[in-house]
């Protein structure tokens, strides 16, 4: 295993994107003071996970990334890339190159990637673990590490030489598992607190069973009870809703004939009406021919006054015109006649005056009589209507009960 190529863009003095190859061998990278030699040593140490910005001569996240020149503008984000060699399958995956990125943002959010699939730095710490490399592994050294490891303590040393042996890996992994076995114990002391709150509540629970088992016994038999008293219920509610059934049936034929009846009245009495204007019409008629009756009557009469009076000056003056006499008689003679004539034209007006008078007393009689019965009709439709009102508030008291006995019916049926 060993590393093939890196890729940096936006770390550091890399604003471009630069690709370095590691071909298999000793290599070395020589340069002048400034030229960015350690910042590839910085950029391999901060793919591996370094956290620390002291380590890497910065004081924050953004550091890292290119902050721009008087040519250059400076850069949002940064990433480097690590392209490792895994033909031995000294890592335990199965991928012949392994592919190692992180990428940083100025907003200081960072991402790790592992064959560019996103993962976590746990990750990538555990994938490296026994491999000799990594964040603090000594495959890198930098400046003055030399004299700390040189003057170290014997527990510098003893970790020198455990990282020189490989067992990293299983110091990580006892690490870990003392950490689960921390919570596996806490886990323990709260299972033991609640074992402990639940044993003190068994007893009341015990009492809460027995109470529940009553009540459970007692709940069916109330409900066999209910079932039993509601079936019974159910059973007279059938009979009584026969019973509507059977009324409401009488109570609609009652309400056909009722309606039947009232339209022959209506039909009656719209015939009564007819009859009383064409009485009405011949009652006017009547009163309109007796008026020019008894103009004429009064017109005759006021003739004969007129010859009456002419008759008595005549024979007032008979004895003055005696000389006259013969055409006096002849004149008296004539009023006679004409006397006469108007006598018997006034005798026949009378009697034609006393068949109209008659014929409107016998037609008043049977307008009196018509109006008698119309008020009797009216009398008869006013009692019918009000029989029907009664009937159609009946039907609806009856319905809405009907109603009421159909929804006590569902509740029945559904209980």
Do not use: H
């Not at 009383?276 to 005759?300: G, I, P, T, W």
């Not at 005696?322 to 009697?351: A, C, M, P």
């Amino acid at each position: 295993m060993y590393l093939k190529k890196m890729e940096i863009k936006g770390f550091k003095s890399f604003p471009d994107k630069t690709e370095i190859l590691f071909p298999y061998g000793l290599i070395s990278v020589v340069g002048p003071n400034g030229s960015g030699k350690s910042n590839i040593l910085d950029a391999i140490r901060w793919v591996l996970g370094e956290q620390s910005m002291k380590s890497l001569r910065g004081d924050k996240l953004e550091d890292v990334i290119f902050s721009g020149t008087e040519k250059r503008s400076e850069m949002n984000y940064c990433e480097v890339s690590l392209l490792i060699d895994n033909q031995d399958k000294m890592i335990d995956i199965d991928y012949s190159e392994i592919s190692i990125k992180r990428k940083a943002f100025k907003s200081g959010e960072s991402q790790f990637f592992i064959n560019n699939k996103q993962c976590r730095l746990k990750d990538i710490k555990e994938l490296l673990l026994d491999t000799g490399i990594g964040r603090e592994g000594y495959s890198i050294i930098s400046q003055g590490k030399m004299d700390e490891i040189v003057n170290g303590n014997s527990v510098q040393r003893r970790k020198i030489l455990e990282e020189a042996a490989g067992i990293t890996k299983f110091r990580y992994k006892k690490e870990e598992s003392e950490k689960k076995l921390d919570v596996t114990n806490e886990n323990l002391e709260r299972i033991n607190d609640i074992y402990k709150e639940i044993e003190k509540q068994l007893l009341p629970l015990e009492i809460q069973k027995n109470k529940a088992e009553k009540f459970l016994s007692l709940k069916e038999e109330l409900i066999s009870s209910d079932v039993n008293r509601l079936l019974g219920s159910y059973f007279s509610t059938e009979l009584e809703f026969e019973k509507i059934n059977t009324m409401m049936t009488e109570t609609e034929k009652i309400s056909l004939d009722l309606s039947k009846q009232l339209e022959n009245s209506e039909v009656e009495v719209d015939r009564l009406e007819n009859e009383l204007k064409e009485l009405e019409q011949d009652r006017q008629n009547l009163s309109n021919a007796n008026a020019e009756l008894e103009r004429e009557v009064n017109e005759y009469i006021r003739n004969k006054d007129v010859d009456s009076q002419k008759i008595i000056n005549l024979n007032e003056n008979l004895e003055k015109a005696y000389t006259q006499r013969e055409r006096l008689i002849l004149e008296i003679n004539s009023g006679k006649e004409n006397l006469v004539f108007i006598q018997k034209i006034y005798d026949d007006l009378v009697v034609k005056k006393k068949d109209l008078e008659e014929n409107y007393r016998s037609k008043r009689e049977k307008y009196e009589t018509l109006e008698i019965e119309l008020k009797k009709y009216d009398s008869e439709i006013e009692t019918n209507r009000n029989k029907i009102l009664g009937l159609m508030n009946e039907e609806s008291k009856i319905t809405s009960r009907n109603e009421i006995l159909s929804d006590n019916i569902k509740d029945l049926e559904n209980r």
